[in-house]
């Protein structure tokens, strides 16, 4: 699977061998990356105001090759604050283990981690699971991204629209609407259609499958 869109890898390991190691097989499979010797070297990028970050989220897909055991802060109270902010959600993160760190491994897939590779690890087989974490993201962030912008057409709407929208989507015809709202049939129809008009939809079984996304 190749990666087309805009993705970087985040590769976090304080054995600088493991990430030139890294850099090189993802250059490779042309897949950019950043490298970091330790969790505060991580973190300091993440808090940069020029950094990948949107607010506390990513602007683009990626992923974080993560080590368990690092001096000072560790990859698993790293990996803790990376889910408490949203961002292992949004890049999905592979941990890089030993084998006395597998149990501890295992529980982290548990909490959320895309995966975890026992060193040594195959090279192509954790570069499937980067594309495949890449890929992950990809679809999460554009998902984020179609929730935000319907969150905000339905920002648009007036109270009045908001009713009217609500008793369309149930299947009431405009005369049962009217007579809910106790306004005129034509008024309905005006509400109607500029709730069409602001959701960017053309009948009310399109305006409900729009309101399920959310």
Not at 53 to 71: H, K, N, T, Y
Not at 91 to 105: C, E, N, Q
Request: aromatic share 6%.
């Amino acid at each position: 699977m190749q990666t087309r869109f805009h993705a970087t890898v985040y590769i976090v390991d304080d054995d600088a061998i493991v990430r030139e190691g890294m850099a090189w097989l993802l250059r490779s499979r042309r897949l950019l990356s950043e490298s970091f010797d330790s969790a505060e070297a991580f973190e300091a990028r993440l808090a940069h105001p020029q950094g990948p970050l949107s607010g506390d989220l990513p602007r683009e897909a990626g992923c974080i090759l993560l080590d368990v055991r690092m001096p000072g802060q560790s990859g698993l109270a790293l990996f803790e604050k990376l889910i408490v902010s949203g961002v292992a959600q949004a890049w999905p993160v592979i941990f890089l283990t030993g084998h006395a760190d597998v149990p501890t491994a295992v529980d982290t897939v548990k909490r959320g981690a895309f995966d975890f590779c026992e060193k040594p690890f195959s090279d192509n087989a954790l570069v499937d699971r980067v594309e495949q974490a890449l890929a992950l993201s990809q679809t999460r962030l554009a998902s984020r991204q179609i929730h935000h912008e319907l969150s905000n057409r339905l920002a648009e709407l007036t109270e009045r629209e908001r009713d009217v929208m609500q008793l369309v989507v149930e299947g009431l015809p405009n005369k049962l609407i009217a007579d809910q709202l106790d306004i005129s049939v034509r008024t309905v129809e005006v509400h109607r259609a500029r709730v069409f008009d602001k959701m960017n939809v053309k009948s009310a079984v399109e305006l409900a499958n729009l309101l399920r996304e959310l």
